[in-house]
């Protein structure tokens, strides 16, 4: 059974900088993909980052590019999120989801190339 557990999440000021973690576990991930997503309060979850494992080929969101970067460690089996110049509309809780490779045909942007989900970690940028 395939878990993710988010953590690294908090409160930092506008400019500031954050890194999440998403420990991976139940299988091996060397060929699946990675995303986070955001979902601010009342609003739908948004497409953040993607990262193919095995490749480690990246896709960002055009709202986040140049500030955030994802990584992946394969001796630790987790997924970084480095965020750097935060800004108020950055407030969200974070999700990570790993996708198997069966969905390669969905565009990696997309929730549903993703079946399994953390239960996510706040992130709150104070102006």
């Known amino acids: 059974q395939v878990q993710l557990a988010e953590s690294g999440g908090g409160l930092v000021q506008a400019g500031g900088s954050l890194k999440l973690s998403c420990e991976a576990s139940?299988?091996?991930?060397?060929?699946?993909?990675m995303g986070w997503f955001r979902q601010a309060t009342g609003d739908v979850r948004d497409f953040v980052a993607t990262?193919?494992?095995?490749?480690?080929?990246?896709e960002y969101a055009n709202s986040v590019k140049g500030r955030f970067a994802i990584s992946r460690d394969s001796a630790k089996n987790t997924v970084y999120l480095q965020m750097n110049s935060l800004k108020p509309e950055d407030t969200a809780v974070y999700y990570c989801?790993?996708?198997?490779?069966?969905?390669?045909?969905?565009?990696?942007?997309?929730?549903?190339?993703?079946?399994?989900w953390g239960q996510g970690t706040q992130v709150t940028v104070s102006s």
């Open positions: 989801a790993a996708g198997d490779p069966r969905l390669y045909y969905i565009p990696p942007n997309s929730q549903g190339r993703y079946d399994y």
């Open positions: 139940g299988r091996t991930f060397s060929d699946w993909r």
């Open positions: 990262i193919r494992w095995n490749s480690g080929n990246t």
